[in-house]
């Protein structure tokens, strides 16, 4: 949060030349990245050139991959990880806010969340297929699994995070335990609890590929896994700029809602 | 405000001590065997070094923190936990910034039940006296820091409490919005004869504001001095500074005040 502000405030670069220079940037790795495949400097097979990349799109929009078109393997990966997201957020923050408002439960839970948060999910693939079967169910819990540990984290840490002078005010005010939590603690951690979501977002579209490795037939993540079997890496590339392009679009939107519903994120009072 | 000093006090401590256990140490005493008074109406500032305890005397009276010994009495009965007949304004404004200045100032009537029709009037009341009638809307992040201590300063003061405690509100703030913010607290306060602890370690706040400055001693902190404040009010600091009694009574305090903040630096050398 204050993050973003600091570099704002930078001296040097106003918003407008900013943007004209990321543009540059990327129009300038295009432009060499064009240039490598046309002049033949890296064979096309190893990186395929942006045309190349392009004329694929044109052709798996029209005709599909392996019998499925672009847009309902955009829409398959969108879904689950939108229904994992949505899961991951509606029980993560609570369990959260629990943990960091009460001791007995922060003490219970603690040990496995840290135990489970940083374990690499792959490691879980074939857990999940002997528990949840290979159809949607695994990918679900997948998904899901990285994006809740994150979550409550992230809320079990906004929670605690509140000031002892802020809430001090509140009960001067004649505040009781019930309106102090819902009136100073919760709107307080708002923020936190945002660029938690946001970086637990980015944990689960992560893991989409790995969910995508069980046993797929659809998917952006098993489009990748698949084509790259096949040497396919135009097809490779397009799958990777779709999940790169999709969960920035994803975190943007999430920028987006944190300033409509916490425009007092970062803020002094 | 000699015709009410004849009522009973407000607020009573008597023979309060606190103490502080720091990690494996012995606890240190803070306080030891603190007694005042205050009377209705009166405006009584707590001065002395910093880490002397003046802040602990205002948490307790608060009731954020609890007496080792001794007891505090509000009208005569014991306190023990925050609540809104004894308003706090903080050093930092410690506004809430996800709400309005009109939504922040009327905090404490909307937490108790109270009737918009009710505290709607008094609070456009108070933001009319602290100057802020134009800026109901304005979120805090919008306002200078003067201008968000004078919000705090009219959350704390729309409940109408039995006494507030101000523990250095002014002190992060430039010299001149300093002054401007002390006259808009004394004329405030005449208009609401709301009694007041203020707390400061700056001799001529203390002598601008006070009918009754209470010295402290470096830490375990006791009362050690006590001055009842000669000027007229309404006071003009142009005025007061060139009153000779106004050098001599600063003199006198501030003579005490370094005395006892060269102790407490001595006690806290290596």
């Given at each position: 949060m204050s993050n973003s502000v600091n570099t704002r405030s930078q001296p040097g670069l106003s918003t407008t030349q900013r943007v004209a220079v990321s543009t540059g940037a990327v129009a300038l790795v295009l432009g060499v990245w064009q240039l490598s495949g046309t002049l033949k400097w890296i064979d096309p097979l190893l990186l395929p050139p942006p045309t190349e990349i392009f004329q694929t799109t044109v052709d798996i929009l029209a005709d599909g991959y392996r019998q499925v078109s672009?847009?309902?393997?955009?829409?398959?990966?969108?879904?689950?990880?939108?229904?994992?997201?949505?899961?991951?957020?509606?029980?993560?923050?609570?369990?959260?806010?629990?943990?960091?408002?009460?001791?007995?439960?922060?003490?219970?839970?603690?040990?496995?969340?840290?135990?489970?948060?940083?374990?690499?999910?792959?490691?879980?693939?074939?857990?999940?297929?002997?528990?949840?079967?290979?159809?949607?169910?695994?990918?679900f819990f997948l998904i899901y699994i990285s994006c809740f540990l994150s979550v409550v984290v992230s809320a079990a840490a906004a929670a605690v995070g509140v000031s002892k002078n802020r809430i001090r005010a509140a009960q001067t005010l004649g505040?009781?335990?019930?309106?102090?939590?819902?009136?100073?603690?919760?709107?307080?951690?708002?923020?936190?609890?945002?660029?938690?979501?946001?970086?637990?977002?980015?944990?689960?579209?992560?893991?989409?590929?790995?969910?995508?490795?069980?046993?797929?037939?659809?998917?952006?993540?098993?489009?990748?896994?698949?084509?790259?079997?096949?040497?396919?890496?135009?097809?490779?590339?397009?799958?990777?700029?779709?999940?790169?392009?999709?969960?920035?679009?994803?975190?943007?939107?999430l920028v987006l809602l944190q300033r409509t519903f916490v425009p007092w994120a970062g803020r002094d009072a | 405000m000699n015709q009410i000093a004849q009522l009973p006090a407000r607020v009573r401590l008597a023979g309060i001590s606190k103490s502080f256990a720091s990690g494996k140490q012995a606890a240190t005493p803070v306080l030891s065997d603190i007694s005042l008074e205050l009377e209705q109406g009166e405006l009584v500032c707590l001065l002395g070094p910093s880490g002397c305890g003046k802040s602990t005397i205002l948490n307790l009276i608060a009731g954020f923190e609890q007496t080792d010994s001794g007891a505090i009495l509000l009208d005569g009965s014991p306190v023990n936990k925050p609540g809104p007949e004894r308003g706090v304004v903080f050093q930092q404004p410690t506004l809430f910034p996800w709400l309005s200045v009109l939504d922040n100032v009327t905090f404490g009537p909307r937490m108790a039940g109270v009737k918009k029709s009710v505290y709607l009037p008094e609070a456009e009341r108070y933001l009319r006296l602290v100057g802020l009638q134009d800026f109901h809307h304005h979120m805090p992040w919008q306002l200078s820091g003067g201008m968000r201590q004078r919000v705090a300063l009219a959350r704390a003061w729309l409940p109408n409490?039995?006494?507030?405690?101000?523990?250095?509100?002014?002190?992060?703030?430039?010299?001149?919005?300093?002054?401007?913010?002390?006259?808009?607290?004394?004329?405030?306060?005449?208009?609401?004869?709301?009694?007041?602890?203020?707390?400061?370690?700056?001799v001529d706040e203390a002598l601008f504001l006070a009918d009754r400055v209470l010295v402290m001693s470096a830490r375990p902190g006791r009362i050690c001095a006590e001055f009842k404040i000669p000027f007229p009010r309404p006071r003009d600091i142009e005025v007061l500074v060139a009153d000779v009694g106004y050098g001599t009574l600063k003199q006198k305090i501030l003579h005490i005040v370094r005395e006892e903040a060269r102790k407490s630096m001595a006690g806290t050398a290596p």
């Open positions: 672009l847009w309902q393997h955009i829409w398959v990966s969108v879904l689950r990880a939108t229904v994992a997201f949505a899961a991951a957020i509606a029980t993560g923050i609570p369990l959260g806010l629990a943990m960091g408002l009460s001791q007995p439960v922060s003490a219970v839970l603690e040990p496995f969340v840290q135990f489970l948060r940083p374990l690499p999910k792959i490691a879980l693939i074939p857990l999940t297929v002997v528990w949840f079967g290979i159809d949607e169910g695994s990918k505040a009781n335990r019930y309106q102090v939590f819902t009136r100073v603690v919760l709107p307080n951690a708002l923020p936190e609890i945002f660029t938690g979501v946001r970086l637990s977002i980015g944990i689960g579209w992560t893991s989409l590929i790995a969910a995508e490795m069980v046993a797929a037939n659809s998917g952006l993540g098993w489009m990748v896994i698949n084509a790259g079997t096949y040497l396919r890496t135009d097809v490779v590339m397009l799958g990777i700029l779709l999940l790169g392009g999709i969960g920035y679009l994803f975190d943007l939107a | 409490p039995e006494i507030l405690l101000m523990d250095e509100p002014f002190g992060a703030l430039d010299a001149q919005t300093r002054l401007m913010m002390q006259e808009l607290l004394t004329s405030v306060w005449q208009k609401t004869g709301t009694t007041i602890l203020f707390i400061t370690h700056d």
